[in-house]
Antibody
Framework: EVQLVESGGGLVQPGGSLRLSCAAS????????MHWVRQATGKGLEWVSA???????YYPGSVKGRFTISRENAKNSLYLQMNSLRAGDTAVYYC????????????WGRGTLVTVSS | EIVMTQSPATLSVSPGERATLSCRAS??????LAWYQQKPGQAPRLLIY???TRATGIPARFSGSGSGTEFTLTISSLQSEDFAVYYC??????????FGQGTKLEIK
């Protein structure tokens, strides 16, 4: 079955760190650019990071310097290391497959909830 | 950053009727525009890409149009399962994609 499964979410204090994982199956993971997208409760979707097939990372200004995206093709896995977490980072984090490297997402995971609170 | 603005925020339509959702980009995104459907507790689902191409398995009642800065998603005859939140997304500035704030399609 073609799917993405996120894990690693949870409750963390402000200033803390968390590492999210996304396990891919059913397709050739190494051939796809991958992204993380987040959604705060009741809010819209926000792009968080992307990684190319060659491992090149991209970030918006809101997380640059705090978040690190990486991938391990041998394990069909995508990661997001999140440091210096803030209350505003509280959201469901989705990993998403970039269709044909064009920038729209044809496969999403079910998400993992990250709550930043003291 | 390219800002995507969707209207209306909420649209009330009766089953069987037609729904028209709008999305505007702050600058031209050519045809690099996608639409997603999201139901409560679920991940978004790709409906349309390239402004007008239906994704695999998407019913023909969903259609997209537009280019440049103005886009429309039309659902020709609403079914009960179509009531959800819809997001547009530009990917002209890959990988720095941006989404609209969403339109909630509710039953009238």
């Amino acid at each position: 079955e073609v799917q993405l499964v996120e894990s690693g979410g949870g409750l963390v204090q402000p200033g803390g760190s968390l590492r999210l994982s996304c396990a891919a199956s059913g397709f050739t993971f190494s051939s796809y650019d991958m992204h993380w997208v987040r959604q705060a409760t009741g809010k819209g979707l926000e792009w968080v990071s992307a990684i190319g097939t060659a491992g090149d990372p991209y970030y918006p200004g809101s997380v640059k310097g705090r978040f690190t995206i990486s991938r391990e093709n041998a394990k069909n896995s995508l990661y997001l290391q999140m440091n210096s977490l803030r209350a505003g980072d509280t959201a469901v984090y989705y990993c998403a497959r970039d269709s044909r490297g064009e920038g729209y997402f044809d496969l999403w995971g079910r998400g993992t909830l990250v709550t930043v609170s003291s | 950053e390219i800002v995507m603005t969707q209207s209306p925020a909420t649209l009330s339509v009766s089953p069987g009727e037609r729904a028209t959702l709008s999305c505007r980009a702050s600058q031209s995104v050519s045809s690099n525009l996608a639409w997603y459907q999201q139901k409560p507790g679920q991940a978004p689902r790709l409906l349309i890409y390239g402004a007008s191409t239906r994704a695999t398995g998407i019913p023909a009642r969903f259609s997209g149009s537009g280019s440049g800065t103005e886009f429309t998603l039309t659902i020709s005859s609403l079914q009960s399962e179509d009531f959800a939140v819809y997001y547009c997304q530009q990917y002209n500035n890959w990988p720095r994609v941006t989404f609209g704030q969403g339109t909630k399609l509710e039953i009238k």
